[in-house]
């Protein structure tokens, strides 16, 4: 069979084609993986030692943004939020009380509505009240204002969390950690 002339036409053809179809294909994975990025799942890693031994320096791990869309944050998340100091930076805390409960720290214990917490995370580290953040007030005990949270880091001597810079707006949360992902000897799920 001849094809004459016709043969470079067809071939080019095919080629800006198959281009084409690989154009769309990596186009259509960037777009999945942003909308995932967005509206689902966002991978970090964590910078500091403020989570420890919960969560150490170097780990990375992937916090999840569905389940506030249907609930609100609650006492034991690990959430990841806007700093109040830094609103371009992410931080990472647990979830003590939320808006309307009381916070006290007496003795090197964390209270809510006057219940001492059982906080086996911390690994008996006493929880003490920090010098506020400039501009910032906080006297205990503290009435966590509605649609606010209170969060602490695992390692309550070396944390600046809501004992420094105040309770978080809900707003400002981002998702709910939930598993590290590396690495592997650290693989697992995050308990609240």
């Given at each position: ?86 609103p371009s ?31 086996p ?5 006493p929880?003490y ?64």
């Amino acid at each position: 069979m001849d094809y004459g002339d016709h043969a470079p036409e067809r071939q080019g053809n095919s080629l800006l084609r198959n281009a084409l179809s690989i154009v769309g294909t990596v186009v259509l994975f960037v777009a999945i993986s942003f909308l995932l990025r967005m509206f689902v799942l966002q991978p970090y890693e964590i910078p500091s030692g403020s989570m420890e031994e919960t969560i150490q320096v170097g780990d990375m791990l992937f916090s999840e943004k569905v389940s506030y869309y249907f609930t609100e944050p609650s006492y034991g998340d690990i959430v990841t939020f806007a700093d109040p100091e830094i609103p371009s930076r992410t931080l990472i805390k647990r979830v003590i009380a939320t808006g309307g409960q009381t916070v006290d720290l007496q003795d090197g214990s964390v209270l809510v509505d006057g219940k001492k917490l059982v906080e086996p995370y911390t690994n008996g580290e006493p929880s003490y009240p920090l010098t506020s953040a400039y501009g910032t007030t906080i006297s205990y005990p503290y009435t966590v204002p509605e649609g606010y949270l209170w969060v602490m880091g695992d390692n309550r001597t070396n944390s600046q969390d809501s004992r420094y810079f105040g309770a978080v707006d809900a707003s400002t949360v981002t998702g709910k950690a939930f598993f590290v992902y590396w690495p592997l000897n650290h693989i697992g799920p995050l308990a609240s």
